[in-house]
């Protein structure tokens, strides 16, 4: 089973990400912030990272580039989802090693094509 | 709705658009006429098709045929299609039309403009290979509403995330308060008319590529193969016909062939009627393209 780790403050977006990510059969793990990603991240790689921005201790951003400086942060795929919706922080998210971008607000079908678009699905 | 009213209207957009109102389509009317009905200050549905039978108006007649006639888009819809786009059509016609660097592609159900803009977003990928090109993408629909809305090229955020890469978004959009609009290269790289596919396609000339999606099953069987025949008279030589995921030309029209390998492809026989060639064996010199720059690092398409 492949495996989606879930960052987000808000408790109610993890549940509903969550819940989009398991229909489509990923085992879910949840961080609530960009310091207990990278924890959870240097103990397991997941095969995909669902990343908000704005976040208390560290941001997604911050978060991102640490992960992609690590040995093997290459490899799982990071789809921000977050309310920045303009093309600065877009531009910024996929300098930083972001794959895809999803502006919430969000709902399974967006998430199912994102996934199709890194691959993680068979389109 | 009773179903004297039912067949009238069943005959009226058999007559104007050819559209097959079959009985499982009935809910059609509910989701598509609703809106037109409220709009145009009816209290029903009824009520709105009760004053058409007994005015004829030509102007509310356009409107319930264009709102029952309008199809739901969105960009790179379906992915495959797109996929043999890139890795097969274009290569295969770029080698096949070296000598005249012209390629015309219709979009023959081109509703609001998302299949005729991702066609031209995957040609900016190739804009080197293309200099020099002359490329012309000609959107056609019925509806003049949904025409509209093309040429504007102004979407919701919900309609640039549902099935486009950001790296696409990032390249041919700007941002205009909540909504996205396609840069001005990829707006003015493809022309709109309001088109009825019941009338002549001699004034549309010849084409390379058609897409023509999700539109023919509206139609009987007799109209779906009297359109595709005559768009197999709007061919040039290689000429490739894209069909929606659900549609086929079996049984229909023979001019056309399947691609071997490439689902839901096909292309016009040679004069002789021979089938086309497998889509794998590309001429030599064809394929792969080289894409023109590159995005950010570790990208996904």
Known sequence: MKQCLVVDDSSVIRKVARRIMEEVNFEVSEAENGQEALDKCRQNLPDIILLDWNMPVMDGLEFLMELRKDPCGEAP??????????????TQAISAGA????????DKE???SKLKEVSLLDA | MTPRDFDYLRTLLKSASGLVLTDDKQYLIESRLLPVAKKLKYETIDAMVAELRRSEATSLKNQIVEAMTINESF???DK???????NIMLPKLLEAKKAQKHLRIWSAAASTGQEAYSLSMIMQEYAAELEGWRIEIIGTDLCSEALEKAKAGLYSQFEVQRGMPVKYLVKNFKQVGSMWQVNSKIKSSVQYRQFNLLNSFNLLGRFDIIFCRNVLIYFDKETKSDIIERMGKQTNPNCYLVLGAS??????????????????????????GNKP?????????????????????????
């Open chain 1, 99 to 106: 794959n895809e971008y999803i502006m919430k607000p969000f």
């Open chain 1, 77 to 90: 795929k990071v789809i921000f989802c977050t309310t920045e919706n303009d093309m600065d922080h877009i």
């Open chain 2, 277 to 301: 060639a497998s889509a794998i064996t590309r001429p030599a010199s064809g394929a792969p393209l080289a894409k023109t720059g590159t995005t950010g690092r570790n990208f996904t398409r």
């Open chain 1, 110 to 112: 967006i998430i199912i």
């Open chain 2, 75 to 77: 960009f790179f819809r």
């Open chain 2, 247 to 272: 549609e086929t030309l079996v049984g229909l029209n023979d001019s056309f062939g399947t691609v071997p390998d490439a689902r839901g492809l096909y292309q016009i026989k040679d004069q002789a």
């Open chain 2, 80 to 86: 495959t299609p797109f996929d043999n786009f890139e």
